[in-house]
């Protein structure tokens, strides 16, 4: 007597699939083989198992929350991706990699990299309906990267929501008639506040750039009216949480926390504002920056091309690591957001739609940032290159620009509203992704997803108060080197080598043609399969490589704080091998028995030793709508 599996995706041979109306259910069919062949059967129709057995489920188990539109799914895709780093750091990293030419090295990454692990990403969440973690009955070994992914996204809520408090704090001072960081005459300012100007190239010095002079009222403002940094020696000497920020960041978490709480229902509806008003506020800053005097030189640096700098191997390091963190590929997000969709939904279409509408979001805001760039190096009559700066971009520079024009509060408000919504919606997404990753996982955690969200809330509230002390911008600056550094591209590499290499892009191809109804092209084939595997592999040995000394301006970090670092980063990296050595280990039978379980997809094969008794468990678990006639032939 021969017992035969038959994978999935060749059920189609047995019998042509029907669609259906009714819940959810899997067949669950026992075979028992002894000695004397198959000596019983049993059958039965049971709700869907949890990640941990077959018992039957709640019906939050059953049926599965879902966008409550399209457009709800795509706004949150678009703005977990579009965040502060379109504004923050693109523009910079363009004009100073040779400006039209950096567009060379970024345009290539985001086809053969970018768009595909986005692809993989938004495909892999939808077709399987679980979060990061649980997503990998696929191929359980890897379910390591799903703790991976899920630690990184915590770690960046850590920080991230503070750099959102901030915000929140500039638009607070900003509701006034004359802007907090105009003049010299506040509490504040040191004695050596300069106003702009009455700076000339003697008070500069020659080594000194404009963004590099820190005595300005903007400067001052930031440094030590908002972080009060002048009252802290280094990471070592914190101090206490200052209460304005504080505030600031209660508010922030409390949006987040009612942002989430009822699921993609209620979050859904929220990025109705936090993923449309940046568009519309950076369209009028757009409009107002390329009026001003000398507008038109800083659209000219930030557009030269140098092709010169394409020698250079850190411009395509950079160009790299830019689209894997920009479009958030790796963070679980992506996976998440994607597991609320219908099956049948266009997933294809999706990526290609938001990740270019990502992009060239990147591209356009350059033109707002460097107009009002070019404004400012024609107002102090130096270089573009004396005012571009990504350390106080968004927080020096842009403001102080903004307060010299006519209605300076409006445009300051403006500004500060977009930077809020950008950082909002991206940390929504940061937080779902742990959310539903762990719930996903522990259904209990599922069944009080209020409570549990405000738990995750309430504790990247705590971790934060870190970075909100006078000495706080150096727990960020360390938070931001090494927790979402190269863990999270290391993360990137394993997922697509998992999901290319163990699960198989065959079987994945026909996933995705399960639910589009075409196959993916040999293009995507060929990428998910040996270009973004060996472009992740490259990224994460060039990060690691050209990982110098950590610093913040002119303070060099403690060599014990860097070994901290590193620390955090192996926290969240050495899931994927400590989970794989545990599964493996736990798991009953023989060593090839082991092996094979721990690298099939759960939903193809899965046996239990009991002793002598072997226990053939073939799981086809319809969840979609379809019927699926029994895959075993005896």
């Known amino acids: 007597m021969n017992i035969q599996v038959l994978p999935e995706h060749k059920l189609s041979s047995v019998a042509p699939l029907k669609q259906f109306n009714m819940e959810k259910k899997e067949v669950e069919l026992i075979l028992v083989k002894e000695q004397n062949g198959v000596q019983y059967t049993n059958s039965s129709v049971v709700g869907s198992p949890s990640s941990r057995g077959c018992s039957p489920g709640s019906a939050d188990d059953v049926v599965r929350e879902t966008w409550g539109k399209k457009l709800d799914f795509l706004l949150s895709v678009i703005g977990f991706a579009v965040d502060l780093a379109n504004v923050w750091r693109f523009p910079y990293l363009c004009y100073k990699n040779g400006g039209g030419a950096f567009l060379i090295p970024y345009v290539l990454f985001l086809v053969i990299a970018g768009m595909p692990l986005f692809y993989m990403e938004l495909a892999l969440g939808q077709f399987n309906r679980e979060g990061a973690a649980t997503v990998w009955k696929i191929c359980p070994v890897f379910k390591g990267v799903g703790y991976t992914v899920i630690i990184i996204a915590l770690y960046v809520g850590f920080y991230y929501n503070v750099i959102i408090a901030w915000s929140l704090y500039y638009l607070f001072a900003s ?186 979001t990147s591209f356009i805001s350059g033109f707002a940032i460097f107009s009002v760039l070019g404004y400012m190096a024609n107002q102090h009559q130096v270089n573009i290159k004396d005012v571009a700066t990504e350390a106080g971009l968004v927080f020096i520079i842009y403001p102080e620009a903004i307060s010299t024009l006519p209605g300076a509060t409006f445009f300051a408000i403006v500004f500060f509203i977009m930077l809020l919504t950008l950082g909002i919606d991206s940390a929504m997404g940061g937080m779902e992704a742990v959310i539903t990753g762990l719930s ?138 400590i989970y794989a050595i545990y599964k493996f280990l736990t798991l009953p039978g023989t060593f090839k028995e082991r092996t094979a379980y721990c690298i099939t997809p759960e939903h193809e094969y899965h046996m239990v030793m009991e002793g002598n008794v072997r226990q053939y468990k073939v799981r086809q678990c319809k969840r979609y709508n379809y019927n699926y006639s029994l895959p075993i032939c005896i």
């Open 440 to 577: 996903d996982d522990f259904k209990i955690l599922k069944r009080n997803r209020k409570l549990f969200t405000f738990i995750v809330a309430f504790g990247t509230f705590l971790m934060a108060l870190l970075c909100i002390t006078n000495g706080g911008i150096y727990v960020l600056t360390l938070l931001d080197k090494y927790a979402a550094g190269t863990s999270i591209l290391f993360g990137v590499l394993i997922e697509a080598i998992g999901v290319s290499w163990f699960y198989g892009v065959d079987r994945f191809s026909e996933d995705i043609e399960r639910m589009t109804g075409f196959k993916p092209g040999i293009y995507w084939r060929l990428c998910w399969k040996y270009v973004s595997p060996t472009l992740s592999f490259f990224v994460v040995i060039a990060s690691i490589v050209t990982s110098g000394e950590l610093r913040y301006d002119d303070y060099v970090f403690p060599d014990w704080s860097n070994i901290v670092g590193w620390f955090i980063a192996l926290s969240s990296m050495l899931c994927v091998p």
């Open 175 to 360: 509701l006034t008639s004359e802007l907090p960081w105009l003049g010299c005459k506040h509490s504040w300012n040191s004695p050596n506040c300069t106003e702009p100007q009455h700076i000339n190239g003697t008070i500069l010095g020659n080594r000194t750039s404009y963004s590099k002079f820190k005595n300005t009222p903007a400067g001052e403002f930031y440094e030590r009216g908002v972080l009060h940094i002048h009252e802290s020696r280094g990471i070592d000497d914190l101090g206490l949480p200052r209460w304005e920020l504080a505030i600031c960041l209660i508010v922030v978490v409390f949006i987040l926390y009612f942002s989430l709480w009822k699921g993609v229902k209620s979050s859904g509806k929220v990025v109705y504002v936090t993923a449309t008003m940046p568009y519309i506020v950076l369209l009028v800053l757009l409009i107002r920056g390329i009026t001003l005097p000398g507008a038109m030189n800083g659209i000219r640096a930030y557009l030269h091309i140098d092709l010169k700098k394409l020698n250079n191997p850190q411009v395509w390091i950079d160009a790299a690591t830019q689209i894997f963190y920009s479009l958030g590929a790796g963070f679980g997000v992506l996976i998440a957001f994607a597991s609320y969709n219908k099956f049948e939904n266009n997933c294809y279409r999706d990526a290609i739609l938001t990740s270019t509408i990502n992009c060239v």
